[in-house]
């Protein structure tokens, strides 16, 4: 199977990077953030708890979840922007940090990479957990003040009204900033497949870095 993992933190640029080394080598990508993100809005949706295990352990059993190149879909449902939103936000590292529900994504993502003999995934744990024995290993990180930066833009601002003002601007990234601070303190110290670089995995420091020269890299390694 070839696999290509590429891991590291929120805002490292793993989405474009992971897409267009998919869209280069004519694999299919999956973004398991998205899964965690999905699951999280399942589990609010049905009035949860993020907090309660058992409930959310139940719910990632149960759910139906699609998430495709472009769109996620729970139980039927389109929430490709809900997913994104803040209240997923707020509660996704606690949902994440789950074993129970990390147990069944990582299934779920196994047996997506098995019906296509292989694939590009990103996330946090593909390389150390999920595909030890990943063909490509690749670790993406830039400086934090960047990744904060790059997720306000990216993201589309459901924390922000307006980018057109540079004081708003502002205001966001460092909202931002101190939501990715959070985020990736919960990611990297739990006990259940920590945030890690993988011992064999090519680290990528992406801050002064071009996409172009990224993609060129990473396609070089594979
Ligand atoms: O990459 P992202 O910001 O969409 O990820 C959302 C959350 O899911 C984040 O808290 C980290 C977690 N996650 C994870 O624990 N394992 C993965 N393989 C992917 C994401």
């Known amino acids: 199977m070839r696999v290509i993992a590429i891991d590291g933190p929120a805002g490292s640029g793993k989405t474009s990077v992971a897409r267009a080394v998919a869209g280069r080598l004519g694999l299919e990508y ?10 999280t809005f399942a589990v609010l949706r049905a009035g949860g708890d993020p907090a309660d295990d058992g409930f959310s352990e139940k719910v990632a059993r149960a759910v139906d979840l699609r998430v ?4 996620v879909f729970v139980d039927g449902v389109d929430a490709t922007v809900e997913i994104r939103g803040r209240s997923v936000n707020r509660a996704v ?12 994504m990582v299934a779920r993502q196994r047996e997506w990479v098995r019906r ?8 946090r744990d593909i390389g150390t957990v999920v ?8 670790y993406l990180t830039a400086d934090h003040a960047v990744r ?12 922000a009204p307006s980018l ?30 920590p945030l ?21 890299q990473i396609l070089e390694l594979v």
Request: charged letters at 30%.
């Open 131 to 138: 595909f030890p024995d990943a063909a490509v290993k690749v």
């Open 148 to 159: 904060a930066l790059r997720r306000t833009r990216q993201d589309g601002l459901a924390d």
């Open 116 to 123: 296509r003999g292989g694939g590009v995934l990103e996330g």
């Open 164 to 193: 057109s003002d540079g004081g708003l601007e502002a205001a966001a990234v460092e909202a931002v900033a101190a939501d990715l601070a959070r985020r990736d303190l919960i990611d990297s110290t739990r006990r259940a497949a």
């Open 30 to 39: 999956l973004d398991t953030g998205a899964m965690y993100r999905a699951v």
């Open 196 to 216: 890690a670089v993988a011992p064999d995995a090519l680290v990528i420091d992406t801050t002064d870095k071009t996409f172009d020269a990224t993609i060129e």
């Open 93 to 104: 590292s606690q949902v994440a940090a789950n074993p129970g529900v990390r147990s069944e």
């Open 68 to 71: 495709e190149q472009d769109q």
